[in-house]
Nanobody, 123 residues
């Protein structure tokens, strides 16, 4: 599975961005997907995950109520809608794929990763 993220950029605090992750290769609908992020000097952290059917989602407590993950299996794409952005959301955002029905927050479960897209939130 090849994953390519897009949609990052610079936004003011309180603004919104929508990230996309386009997948190619093996059957996209057979993989649960997730978003992680990594800020400078920090470890990669879990943001959100979605089951391969799209009926189960998980969120980190820091983004719950502000971010929404979704997927379109017909388009081989997973999305992350980010609202009410805060400066602490600034990071490189990565999408990842796992053959499990729903991935956990542990990066080690994910077999495939995108190259990342930068999100910068100014105060």
């Amino acid at each position: 599975v090849q994953l390519v993220e897009s949609g990052g950029g610079l936004v003011q605090a309180g603004g919104s961005l929508r990230l996309s992750c386009a997948a190619s290769g093996r059957t996209f609908s057979s993989y649960a997907m997730a978003w992680f992020r990594q800020a400078p000097g920090k470890e990669r952290e879990f943001v959100s995950a979605i089951s391969w059917r799209g009926d189960i989602t998980n969120y980190a407590s820091s983004v719950k109520g502000r971010f929404t993950i979704s997927r379109d299996n017909a388009k081989n794409t997973v999305y992350l809608q980010m609202n009410s952005l805060k400066p602490e959301d600034t990071a490189v955002y990565y999408c990842a794929a796992t053959p499990y029905e729903l991935g956990s927050a542990g990066p080690h479960e994910y077999d495939y990763w995108g190259q990342g897209t930068q999100v910068t939130v100014s105060s």
